[in-house]
């Protein structure tokens, strides 16, 4: 499929009306950025192991640990308005 009906099918699935100057310059980007794609797929990489981050990604979440906590009473000591053990907010939903 050429760039110029990849930028006219794309902009109907987005359902954009382009000018035919608009598409004009969208096909060219699109050519550039293809161009790139095109000079990176002769880079070797047969040696490098597939990864999802740059970085090494490790767990950063803390224990799940039962610990001492707010009180119903606690929590809703600075509330402006409360009742039966439940904040009291204004609606926001009619």
């Known amino acids: 499929m050429s760039a110029e009906l990849n930028v006219r099918h794309t ?3 987005a359902r954009l009306e382009l000018t ?3 598409a ?5 980007q699109l050519n550039q ?3 790139y794609v095109r000079k990176l797929e002769e880079v070797d990489v047969s040696g490098v192991e597939p990864t999802a981050h740059s ?3 490790h767990n950063v979440f803390r224990e799940d640990a039962s ?3 707010f009180t ?3 929590a809703l000591s ?3 308005r409360q009742a039966n053990q439940l904040f009291i907010v204004p609606k926001v939903l009619e």
């Open 78 to 80: 600075n509330a402006p």
């Open 24 to 28: 004009a310059k969208f096909q060219s």
């Open 20 to 22: 035919d100057a608009e």
């Open 67 to 69: 610990r001492e906590w």
């Open 72 to 74: 119903p009473e606690v």
């Open 55 to 57: 970085n090494q990604v």
């Open 33 to 35: 950025v293809l161009g």
């Open 11 to 13: 902009a109907q699935l």
